[in-house]
């Protein structure tokens, strides 16, 4: 079976530029997160989707940051403009069903914004 | 609200000692608890989770954990470390909504030959 799939792997951009993220899931899995891990921190949610809805995103900074899964398959993370703080690793997840289940983790995104 | 502390940000331990990583939760009722790993250069993997019944919970990887609810806390044991187990782990407790999961800053472990 193969895992959940993220890129690029590593990402260095200069502040005010733009940045765009993908991941494709486990297949089947209905529920995808993204969350972002800045260095010495554990994961922050930062986006739920339950298929190609939005599940919770309450803790996305949306004045910059956006996120879609329009077909409920693969998604996409953005950001524009980037800030210095938007440094860190952007972990995406999948898990299938709604309820505690596990939570499948790619490699992660490392960014960083000079 | 529902929170998550391990005290340790990192800890060393000799190859083929004992290890017990802490963690404390903060939760009304009975709280769904989680162990992650974090290789590095890899995902997080779920190393094991107690939801309710026996709380000595067994995992993967020779792993175990033990809630207790008087004291707050999901710590997490393996007998003896291998240099393979040089990882970062989470503890993690289910929040109210979702099925979202809070997570502790981790800990990171440190294997001296």
């Known amino acids: 079976e193969a895992g959940v799939a993220q890129s690029p792997r590593y990402k260095i951009i200069e502040k005010r530029q733009s940045v765009a993220f993908w991941c494709n899931p486990i297949?089947?899995?209905?529920?995808l997160y993204w969350y972002q891990q800045i260095l010495g921190q554990g994961p922050k949610l930062l986006i739920q989707f339950q298929n190609n809805g939005v599940v919770d995103d309450s803790q996305l900074p949306k004045d910059r940051f956006s996120a879609e899964r329009l077909k409920g398959v693969d998604s996409t993370l953005k950001i524009q403009p980037a800030k210095l703080e938007d440094s860190a690793v952007y972990l995406c997840a999948s898990s299938s069903g709604s309820a505690y289940n596990e939570q499948f983790f790619g490699p992660g995104t490392r960014l960083t914004v000079l | 609200a529902q929170s998550v502390t391990q005290p340790d940000i990192h800890i060393t331990v000799s190859e083929g000692a004992s290890l017990e990583l802490r963690c404390n939760y903060s939760y009304g009722a009975t709280p769904y608890l989680f162990w992650y790993v974090q290789s590095p250069g890899q995902g997080l993997q779920l190393l094991l989770k107690?939801?309710?019944?026996d709380t000595l919970v067994q995992g993967i990887k020779g792993f175990e954990a033990e809630f207790k609810r008087s004291q707050s806390s999901f710590n997490l044991r393996k007998p003896s470390v291998h240099w393979s187990d040089a990882a970062e782990y989470f503890c993690a407790v289910g929040a109210d909504s979702n099925y979202q999961l809070i997570w502790g800053a981790g800990t990171k472990l440190i294997i001296k030959p």
């Open positions: 297949s089947g899995h209905a529920t």
């Open positions: 107690y939801f309710s019944g």
